[in-house]
T-cell receptor, first 115, second 110 residues
Framework: DQQVKQNSPSLSVQEGRISILNCDYT??????FLWYKKYPAEGPTFLIS?????DKNEDGRFTVFLNKSAKHLSLHIVPSQPGDSAVYFC??????????????FGKGTKLSVIP | DSGVTQTPKHLITATGQRVTLRCSPR?????VYWYQQSLDQGLQFLIQ???????AKGNILERFSAQQFPDLHSELNLSSLELGDSALYFC?????????FGSGTRLTVV
């Protein structure tokens, strides 16, 4: 049973517009959520995270929104740039610390930003 | 550069064989994690070590094993390899600087 779901395998967006990537989770014990970006032949790179005590976290062009009651989070990228084209993974953890914890990943959404 | 080093980058081997993947964590990180990414799948957690001790186990097959050495590097051993074991294997480490991944080892079983 998948505990973290990214239901859109792919997404295409015009350069300059907003990209919205969605993620749903089922495990109510998750209290820390992360987004990773992955280019081919590279490891996942941390993008942004959010703790369950918040509903929004912003870092430059990237904003993550968390709706705990719906067990849903989303990543907004605005404005989208061609260099944002990559696979985006949503991940969740039961620990919000920077110490020792395992991540449960979704299957990823491939974002293509069209110039 | 994430600071996590994985070797080799690519590995091609035959069914039934045994391979060892190596991971050196980022300096200062005590935890090492192994993940598997198969085709069209997200990253599946396999196993975690913390300062030499096994901390958590995920969906790791009995044919697979791992260990973390006193210098904190880790090895993932995959034996009796099957075609379905072909995947990207990622190592990650974590500590006070957060969680970071290596660039992975691509294993192809033929």
């Amino acid at each position: 049973d998948q505990q973290v779901k990214q239901n859109s395998p792919s997404l295409s967006v015009q350069e300059g517009r907003i990209s919205i990537l969605n993620c749903d989770y089922t495990n109510s014990m998750f209290d820390y959520f992360l987004w990773y970006k992955k280019y081919p032949a590279e490891g996942p790179t941390f993008l942004i995270s959010i703790s369950s005590i918040k509903d929004k976290n912003e870092d430059g062009r990237f904003t993550v929104f968390l709706n705990k009651s719906a067990k849903h989070l989303s990543l907004h990228i605005v404005p989208s740039q061609p260099g944002d084209s990559a696979v985006y993974f949503c991940a969740a953890s039961e620990s919000s610390g920077a110490g020792s914890y395992q991540l449960t990943f979704g299957k990823g959404t491939k974002l293509s930003v069209i110039p | 550069d994430s600071g996590v080093t994985q070797t080799p980058k690519h590995l091609i081997t035959a069914t039934g064989q045994r391979v060892t993947l190596r991971c050196s964590p980022r300096s200062g990180d005590l935890s090492v994690y192994w993940y598997q990414q198969s085709l069209d799948q997200g990253l599946q957690f396999l196993i975690q070590y913390y300062n030499g001790e096994e901390r958590a186990k995920g969906n790791i097959l009995e044919r697979f094993s791992a260990q973390q050495f006193p210098d904190l590097h880790s090895e993932l051993n995959l034996s009796s390899l099957e075609l379905g074991d072909s995947a990207l294997y990622f190592c990650a480490s974590s500590g006070v600087k957060g969680y970071t991944f290596g660039s992975g080892t691509r294993l192809t079983v033929v």
